[in-house]
């Protein structure tokens, strides 16, 4: 079974500052798909980016962008110029590609404050 | 367009009564999820389904859980003779189909067995 690990529980980054968020995740397949997901206090889950496993250029979305490392199994979230809405759990996930294993993995989240 | 949607937003029951949880997906999205989140085990998987295909139940803890989704649209939780360690957050997700791979949230149920 694939497990998703995020080492830090809790982050805080300098308004206007970079931070990187970090998961690491173990599995047998050569094909799947990795996501960060925001939850802020209202809970809803809200998508922040996405990797292809066979897709070796890493993902950017505005101020996001992840460091996808395969042969590592390191997937890092660096959220630049940090703003005061960006407070919230990040969680990390992997979902296999092939049939029949469609449900997310979820790591256990990190708390990102913001300091203004 | 609409985004996923649950009710009620918050539960509170009794422990040993029966509840029942509801996901309205994103209009034509074909697969529906749900997952709990609770803070000793994180987020975990329950159950999906997609289209008229048997459900995947693989995740549901106990036959105290089950789920149906009717006309391939509203989907609906029910947990029987609720347990304090039920007390959780229910999320609810679609997606347009298996072949397109990103879920879609709803804002959750959170229930509270007293």
């Known amino acids: 079974a694939q497990t998703v690990t995020q080492s830090q529980p809790e982050m805080s980054v300098q308004e206007a500052e970079t931070v990187t968020l970090s998961c690491t995740y173990d599995?047998?397949?050569?094909?799947?798909?990795l996501f960060w997901y925001k939850q802020p206090p209202s809970r809803q889950m809200i998508l922040v980016i996405r990797?292809?496993?066979?897709?070796?250029q890493n993902a950017t979305e505005n101020r996001f962008s992840v460091n996808f490392q395969k042969a590592a199994k390191s997937f890092s979230l660096k959220i630049s110029d940090s703003q005061l809405g960006d407070a919230a759990m990040y969680f990390c996930?992997?979902?296999?590609?092939?049939?029949?294993?469609?449900?997310?993995?979820f790591g256990k989240g990190t708390k990102l404050s913001v300091i203004p | 367009g609409a985004g996923v949607s649950q009710s009620p937003s918050n539960k509170v029951t009794e422990k040993g009564k029966d509840v029942e949880l509801r996901c309205d997906p994103i209009?034509?999205?074909?697969?529906l999820y749900w997952y709990r989140q609770s803070l000793g085990q994180g987020l975990e998987f329950l159950i999906y389904?997609?289209?008229?295909?048997?459900?995947?139940k693989s995740g549901l803890p106990s036959d105290r859980f089950s789920a149906e989704r009717t006309g391939g649209s509203v989907s609906t939780l029910t947990i029987q003779r609720t347990q304090q360690e039920d007390s959780a957050v229910y999320l609810c997700a679609s997606s347009p189909g298996l072949a397109t791979d990103t879920q879609y949230f709803g804002p959750g149920t959170r229930l509270t067995v007293l």
């Open positions: 599995t047998s397949e050569s094909d799947y798909y």
């Open positions: 996930a992997y979902r296999s590609a092939g049939a029949g294993s469609y449900q997310l993995t």
């Open positions: 990797q292809e496993a066979y897709k070796q």
């Open positions: 389904f997609q289209g008229n295909s048997a459900p995947d």
């Open positions: 209009s034509g999205h074909t697969a």
